[in-house]
């Protein structure tokens, strides 16, 4: 070997070594790569699962030195597969926004379906592809190499993936293409976990949607049969004055009697629309910030005059320095009227020697404020108790039941909560709390 020949082997050689140190460094620098995918993959919640496969692409296109990456997600029977995620460099050929793998090709959709991977290094007339207009569109448009492999959960095709490189041909090593089926196994099973999520949402929607209409369903039904009585009643009275007009004997008295409670049972039918109506009154009312004793004290005088009627004693505490809230100054009088007159109700029907009513406003712990509404009248029936806030639950002779319903739901779209219940010794607590407005400030900071 002359000395030349041997500098050039041993150049030769030289450069070989290089290239393999060099390609056991991308090597290495593969399998950190995929270690760190494989944690970013796991740890990703499932709505941020789609920024993570965009961004995992990229990475594995810039690291094994390729043109385009391509995401496909499984669809109906007639589309095969969409493609919904893609990078690529500035110069390779940009994907078209969900584009479908049957227009691109049948036969590779159901080559990937049936979970076979395309796989060639350079357009040489060897190309593996059965398909002649794909191989024509191939030679053309390139990509001049391609692995296109299926996305996998156990034995269910749940997507795929291609690897693509324009600028010249390249092969794809054993041990890269293992490497690149894991990185399919990452990305196929946090495709995976995106789709139950989804599911399980669209499961936990459906649920909220059919028990909020057998709900409303009931309520319409209580609604329609509140609604009947007084319209019965208006409909046989109408008939009964119009015989007692018209007929050969009659009787304007009694004529005069029946329109009365034609009158009385008009206004208990309105009554109940306007019930049902302010139950519905839009929830989103502008709510300012508002200290709690400005609206009790702007209905303190009527409260009071009633407790002169109906004599009894109404005390009112409130605590110095409260904390405001966020709310709707009406419709928070709206609530306190309704308990106070409540519980006039309930001492009234008493009738025992103590007559008292006690209105409290506290501070509760931080971040919420209670008003409590005490009596000392009848307590609560035991065969309401725990059907208070439904709709026309009443134990009135002429109650429609619909105070508490309309009580809590205001509450309710303030933030708070509300609850009743009979006192050890005699009569009923109602209260409901509110978040303070620093409460739900933090409330909302906490959700962003
Ligand atoms: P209504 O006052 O028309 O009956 P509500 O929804 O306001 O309708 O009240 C429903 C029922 O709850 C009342 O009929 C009564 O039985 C019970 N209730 C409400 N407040 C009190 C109270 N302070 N003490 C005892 N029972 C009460």
């Not at 990078?87 to 990937?112: C, D, F, H, I, Y």
Request: proline content about 5%; some cysteine; overall charge positive.
């Amino acid at each position: 070997m002359s000395d030349t020949s041997r500098r050039q082997s041993g150049r030769k050689k030289g450069s070989l070594t290089a290239r393999r140190t060099a390609s056991g460094r991308a090597s290495k620098g593969f399998e950190a790569l995929l270690d760190e995918m494989s944690a970013a993959m796991t740890r990703a919640l499932a709505h941020e699962i789609d920024d993570e496969i965009e961004r995992w692409l990229r990475k594995i296109v810039l690291a094994l030195d390729l043109d385009r990456s391509t995401f496909w997600e499984r669809a109906s029977a007639d589309l095969g597969f969409i493609c919904t995620h893609w990078w690529g460099r500035p110069e390779a050929p940009k994907m078209p926004p969900n584009a479908v793998a049957t227009r691109v090709s049948p036969w590779l959709t159901a080559k990937v379906l049936a979970g076979e991977s395309l796989i060639y290094t350079g357009l040489d007339g060897q190309l593996p592809i059965e398909a002649p207009e794909l191989r024509r569109f191939v030679e053309a448009y390139g990509p001049v190499a391609n692995v296109t492999m299926p996305l996998q959960v156990g034995a269910t095709v749940v997507g795929g993936l291609t690897f693509d490189k324009y600028r010249g041909p390249r092969d794809w090593p054993e041990q890269e293409l293992r490497r690149l089926r894991v990185v399919g196994q990452i990305m196929a099973s946090a495709l995976d976990r995106k789709r139950a999520d989804l599911q399980t949402r669209e499961l936990q929607a459906e649920v909220t949607l059919a028990a909020r209409r057998s709900a409303m369903g009931e309520f319409a039904a209580s609604i329609a049969h509140e609604l009947n009585q007084p319209l019965g009643a208006i409909l046989g009275n109408a008939n009964a004055a119009r015989r007692m007009i018209s007929g050969e004997k009659s009787n304007p008295g009694e004529a005069v009697a029946a329109l009365g409670d034609i009158v009385e049972d008009a206004k208990r039918a309105s009554g109940i629309i306007r019930r049902v109506r302010a139950l519905f009154k839009d929830g989103n009312s502008p709510k300012t910030v508002l200290d709690l004793s400005v609206p009790l004290a702007e209905i303190e005088g009527l409260l009071r005059s009633e407790a002169g009627v109906r004599k009894l004693s109404l005390r009112i505490e409130v605590a110095p320095s409260l904390p405001p809230i966020m709310g709707d100054r009406i419709q928070l009088q709206q609530c306190l009227l309704n308990l106070v007159l409540n519980a006039f109700d309930s001492v009234a029907a008493a009738n025992s020697q103590r007559r008292e009513v006690l209105v409290r406003v506290v501070q509760e712990k931080a971040g919420w404020v209670r008003v409590s509404v005490s009596d000392s009248g009848h307590g609560i029936d035991p065969l309401v108790q725990g059907r208070l806030f439904e709709p026309f639950v009443t134990t009135k002779p002429n109650g429609m039941g619909m105070g508490l319903l309309v009580t809590r739901s205001i509450v309710e779209s303030h933030g708070g909560k509300i609850s009743g219940k009979s006192n050890d010794d005699v009569g009923a607590t109602f209260s409901f709390t509110l978040p303070t407005s620093r409460g739900r400030l933090r409330e909302e900071r906490a959700e962003a």
